[in-house]
């Protein structure tokens, strides 16, 4: 009924209610509610405790570029069958 692709977004909401609306996204629905959720909860935190933050260190970016380094990813190719 939304007329989905694979790389569609889906937009919702709860109403008072609690019915939830959901719909497809606009290519202009950049801001993920998750993300925003997340970094909320994540701020009183932060904000308490600064001398937990660390930096993303050379040496893990280095890990994980070895770690992917042969692993080929097409994010255009279409899915097989069996992975949708």
């Given at each position: 009924m939304l007329k989905?692709?694979?790389?569609?977004k889906l937009r919702y909401s709860v109403?008072?209610?609690d019915t939830v609306i959901l719909e497809r996204g606009s290519p202009e629905d950049v801001e993920d509610p998750v993300r925003g959720e997340?970094?909320?909860f994540l701020?009183?935190?932060i904000e308490a405790h600064p001398d937990r933050l660390k930096g993303?260190?050379?040496t893990l970016r280095e890990r994980i570029q070895a770690l992917v380094r042969h692993v080929d990813v097409d994010l255009d190719k279409p899915l097989s069958?069996?992975?949708d």
């Amino acid at each position: 009924m939304l007329k989905l692709g694979k790389r569609d977004k889906l937009r919702y909401s709860v109403q008072p209610d609690d019915t939830v609306i959901l719909e497809r996204g606009s290519p202009e629905d950049v801001e993920d509610p998750v993300r925003g959720e997340f970094l909320a909860f994540l701020s009183p935190d932060i904000e308490a405790h600064p001398d937990r933050l660390k930096g993303f260190d050379g040496t893990l970016r280095e890990r994980i570029q070895a770690l992917v380094r042969h692993v080929d990813v097409d994010l255009d190719k279409p899915l097989s069958p069996d992975d949708d």
